[in-house]
């Protein structure tokens, strides 16, 4: 048999990039697919290479992805948080032009003689990928959400979209562990319900998300862990080593933090809520390296938009301390895979992470940490799982003093956390057993 991982890899982003490649290895070590084939993402040969090229590089069959984005690789500067008017309307435009075009393509997609007579030969060649498999894996993440935006009736029907289309050519559809909510917004609930109930397979990665969907699907949903917890590092000594690259010692107990631009979605002050949370995590700096700790800021995601590229809130973040203060920190500016990532976080002694597979990653280092949650459930929701409640706060609710008390307090802890840490992945790998066998029941029921 054969499999796609769908909606797309995006190598810059490190959590993705590891819950698509766990995708892939969780579906070949059902031992059911001969080939799992991942969908690229990337709108100009430019993007396409940037974000897949990691991919390639690891083996992975790629297919070429058919439903562009509405920028069409074009990435104005000065829009992290927010976008010109201009910029808009050509989106706007691109996104009608699609949800025509694409909705077309879902209502004919069965008729080989209909695609090809009217779309490319490259979306028929994706159609024809889709049209020759078997199963549809839906990559672990937490993408299925939305906060009362006036663009969410058209994000969730993109999302949506290669799920619509495996159903169309009557595929199986398994939805990996992810998060889901808040589903605020003119027709959201309508358009996941709808598409969601038809899946053969639905799994929420944490308690607060299985309730939620649970609730709009009228259905239990079943939970089990987050895939990126299962992610393989590299050897150990692969991160110490780029650690000691950029000045750091084996005595040297590091506290590694990752930060993001946020637009604020359905929030009325934006621009003040980021000037907050990146002011705090300053102050939160400063007061680390005051207790004798060393800190170091990673990229865990690099675009390819600038909303998405974690450099450019590290930039502006250093450029609100003095010069004094800038010598004290190091910014370790690189594109690691997702693999050598992990095994740097690996020899770090505490984290505070706003990218949430940056807390995944250290975690199951057995790393103490504290999440930055944003973009629905998945970081109160997982933290929550794991019963360190207390070490979680919205980036909307971040001030100094809560992400100093709560570093204050996981220091104070560490010994506690670090053993919770341990009780909990010890039982991964039985929950990623239990995964495969629920995947292989359903795709293959006796």
Same mark, same amino acid.
């Given at each position: 048999m054969k499999a796609i991982v769908v909606p797309g890899v995006t190598d810059l982003n490190k959590g993705d990039q590891a819950l698509v490649w766990e995708s892939h290895r969780m579906a070949m070590d059902t031992k059911l697919f001969d080939e799992v084939s991942i969908l690229s993402l990337g709108d100009t040969q430019e993007e396409y290479e940037l974000l897949c090229s990691q991919s390639k590089d690891k083996g992975f069959k790629i297919i070429k992805n058919i439903l562009k984005h509405p920028r069409r690789g074009k990435h104005p500067k000065n829009s992290v948080i927010g976008e010109g008017f201009l910029y808009l309307l050509f989106q706007i435009f691109n996104a009608l032009s699609d949800l025509f075009s694409r909705s077309l393509l879902l209502k004919v997609c069965s008729n080989k003689f209909l695609t090809n007579l009217l779309f490319s030969k490259e979306t028929s060649s994706t159609v024809n990928e889709f049209r020759n498999t078997d199963v549809i894996f839906v990559k672990g993440g937490g993408f299925i959400h939305a906060h009362g935006e006036k663009s969410a009736p058209y994000v969730m029907w993109f999302f949506l979209f290669y799920l619509k289309l495996g159903l169309k050519l009557n595929k199986k559809v398994v939805f990996l562990p992810n998060s889901y909510g808040p589903f605020d917004g003119l027709t959201v609930k309508y358009q996941i319900k709808k598409t969601l109930k038809k899946l053969d397979l639905v799994l929420a990665r944490e308690n607060i998300s299985s309730d939620r969907l649970g609730e709009l699907l009228n259905k239990k949903i079943q939970v089990l862990p987050d895939l990126g917890f299962y992610l393989k590092s590299s050897d150990k000594e692969i991160g110490a080593e780029i650690l000691k690259e950029h000045g750091f010692s084996n005595h040297d107990k590091i506290v590694g933090i990752t930060i993001r631009p946020w637009r604020f979605p359905g929030k009325n002050n934006p621009e003040e809520l980021y000037e907050k949370y990146i002011n705090s995590v300053k102050d939160l700096a400063l007061h680390v390296h005051q207790k004798g700790y060393k800190v170091?800021?990673?990229?865990?995601?690099?675009?390819? /938009?600038?909303?998405?590229?974690? =450099? /450019?809130?590290? =930039?502006?973040?250093?450029?609100?301390?003095?010069?004094?203060?800038?010598?004290?920190?190091?910014?370790?500016?690189?594109?690691?895979?997702?693999?050598?990532l992990k095994s740097i976080y690996s020899n770090l002694y505490f984290f505070i992470g706003t990218r949430f597979h940056s807390v995944i990653f250290s975690m199951t280092a057995l790393v103490p940490s504290i999440a930055i949650g944003y973009g629905g459930n998945k970081a109160k929701g997982i933290m929550s799982d794991f019963q360190l409640d207390e070490f979680v706060i919205q980036i909307e609710d971040v001030t100094t003093n809560d992400l100093v008390s709560r570093f204050d307090k996981g220091i104070s802890q560490y010994d506690f956390i670090k053993s919770r840490l341990e009780e909990k992945i010890v039982l991964l790998e039985q929950k990623r057993k239990e995964t495969i066998e629920l995947i292989k029941s359903t795709v293959c029921p006796k």
């Open positions: 170091a800021f990673f990229n865990q995601s690099l675009g390819p /938009n600038a909303h998405e590229d974690d =450099r /450019n809130a590290i =930039r502006y973040l250093m450029s609100k301390f003095d010069e004094n203060e800038a010598s004290k920190f190091v910014w370790v500016n690189e594109n690691f895979n997702c693999e050598d």
